[in-house]
């Protein structure tokens, strides 16, 4: 893996500590701007964890007790474990998009999903509100919702779990950030759906040049998808490089073992 | 091979928000001694609601379900109980087939007891069982929150076969627990399938697994059976736009 000064997102050496209990040890990785990555494991794995302390959302407990993790941004570099409120609050939404594993919760109840999608925008005054709100119907069509005008006069409570997780998708999407850090973004959604999600990151990604961190436990997704893979096990990073060589010429032994329980759709 | 399972114009309604939605609308199938046979859609297709019918949860509004030639919505009584040791369920969740405060061991005894095995009896059986489904003897003595999602899904299965069912209905069985020990689960339902010649019907999302495991596959879309047919014809010839779209979004060509 690179760790030139052309990498976007750089994890220096870290250690995740919850209370007593490591849950990351010692993980160094760095990924180019523009590119892919997908992080795979199991549970119990830290992908999560690890995702998480990028996006500066360990929560309670949980701290990196060593090393760093550097965002190159568009005019600074930024240690993400060192990152506070205010601070954050700005990165969010233009410069670094986050889809959670559960994009709903992260919804607000009590406001439009309209209301939330020109929040993002306020910090971002190049982008009009007309302009926000088409790209959002846009992506809503593309994700498959019949009406996206009425999706966005909507609260977040009157959708299933699988439409607030499109419209977490979309919100973070929307704004075309530099950085997305995908938490099991489409774990929740129909495979219909899931196909859909994937191909729009994609396309953020050739047309707008964002770079992709994936977090999930499908290997499927990430042989389409990314570019590097990433593998965890049981807190530690055991395998790294593209994805032909992880996924086709595995070293580790655990890796193989994960690649060899992957069943594939067979056609003829 | 003779049917071991008939569903004939199967339906039920229910009322959202007082319109009537159909849910299940009419479909058709059966299930062959030995097979296994899989169910894919996605969600709201009716899956779900089809064997909630099957197992006898949910009184369909009309049509026919024949276990074995006997049509089970007359089934009353001790012959309904019976019915109830025929077929069994594995669900998504392991911890779901479990009461939380009861022993593995005990939940998985239950149902001999219940249907009249004796204490020394069902001991007898409780060790074969965990030995079929490769735990180890100390896992009766474990509560479920004890152990992990693959052993507690072995506990499952267990608990589904103490009873000696012909067939097995698994409810996205594996698609909760991690890649691995899928791995291990689907050769352990393959494997018991042989050796009890259990039916199963596999209601799945996932196509790959329907292909590795599947004789048979129907494809249900909102209420109805868009296809049907061997797993090899479907997913190489499907016929239906829907299936065709399932087998595109499953083979993730982004």
Redesign the interface.
Same mark, same amino acid.
């Given at each position: 893996m690179d760790k030139k000064t052309d990498s976007i997102l750089e994890y220096r050496n870290v250690d995740i500590h919850y209370g007593k209990k490591q849950v990351i040890e010692n993980v160094s990785l760095a990924m180019k701007q523009g590119e892919i990555l997908g992080i795979v494991g199991?549970?119990g794995s830290g992908k999560s964890t690890l995702i998480r302390a990028a996006m500066g959302l360990l929560g309670e407990g949980g701290a990196v007790t060593q090393g760093q993790i550097l965002y190159r941004g568009a005019d600074t570099t930024i240690d993400m474990t060192q990152i506070r409120g205010e601070e954050l609050r700005r990165l969010r939404g233009a410069e670094i998009g986050m889809i959670f594993q559960n994009a709903g919760a992260s919804l607000c109840p009590i406001r439009t999903i309209e209301e939330q999608l020109y929040e993002a925008v306020l910090e971002h005054e190049s982008i009009s509100k007309g302009e926000i709100r088409d790209r959002a119907l846009e992506l809503f069509e593309q994700l498959r919702f019949t009406n996206g005008a009425q999706i966005l006069k909507s609260y977040p409570f009157e959708f299933s779990g699988?439409m607030n997780q499109r419209v977490g998708i979309v919100l973070a999407m929307v704004l075309r950030p530099r950085l997305l850090l995908a938490d099991e973004p489409t774990s929740a959604l129909?495979?219909?759906v899931?196909?859909q999600v994937?191909?729009e990151m994609?396309k953020l990604r050739d047309l707008y040049g964002t770079s992709i961190v994936l977090v999930t436990?499908n290997?499927?997704?990430v042989?389409?998808?990314a570019d590097h893979v990433a593998v965890m096990h049981q807190g530690k990073l055991v395998e790294c490089g593209t994805k032909g060589d992880v996924l086709n010429h595995p070293q580790n032994a655990y890796t193989k073992?994960?690649i060899?329980?992957?069943?594939?759709?067979?056609?003829? | 091979m003779d049917t071991i399972l008939e569903v004939k114009n199967l339906s039920k309604q229910f009322y959202k928000n007082k319109k009537l939605f159909t849910a299940v609308n009419g479909i058709s199938f059966s299930l062959q001694r030995g097979e296994c046979l899989g169910i894919v859609g996605?969600?709201g297709c009716g899956k779900s609601t089809t064997v909630k019918m099957l197992t006898h949860l949910l009184k369909p509004d009309g049509g026919d379900i024949f276990l074995n030639g006997t049509d089970i919505q007359k089934l009353r009584g001790t012959s309904l109980k019976e019915f109830y040791t025929e077929v069994q369920m594995v669900f998504q969740v392991p911890q779901d087939s479990f009461d939380p405060r009861k022993k593995l061991g005990v939940s998985i005894m239950e149902s001999m007891r219940n249907h009249g095995v004796s204490k020394k009896e069902a001991q007898n059986r409780l060790e074969q069982l965990l030995q079929q489904v490769e735990l180890p003897l100390e896992m009766a003595d474990r509560y479920p929150n004890q152990v992990s999602?693959g052993q507690c899904q072995r506990a499952a299965i267990a608990r589904a076969l103490a009873v000696n069912p012909k067939i097995l209905i698994c409810d996205e069985a594996t698609s909760a627990l991690?890649?691995?020990?899928?791995?291990q689960i689907?050769e352990l339902l393959k494997r018991l399938q042989k050796e009890r010649d259990l039916s199963i019907l596999l209601i799945s999302?996932? $196509?790959?697994?329907v292909?590795?495991l599947c004789d048979r596959v129907i494809v249900m879309y909102q209420g109805n059976i868009v296809e049907q047919g061997t797993t090899e014809r479907v997913?190489?010839v499907p016929e239906d736009d829907y299936t065709k779209?399932?087998?595109?979004?499953?083979? $993730?060509?982004?």
């Open positions: 199991e549970s699988g129909d495979v219909t899931q196909l994937l191909r994609k436990h290997i499927g997704v042989n389409h998808l073992k994960l060899g329980s992957v069943l594939h759709l067979k056609r003829s | 996605e969600s999602g991690d890649v691995t020990v899928q791995a689907i999302h996932d $196509l790959a697994l292909q590795h997913i190489n779209m399932l087998i595109e979004a499953a083979m $993730l060509e982004i």
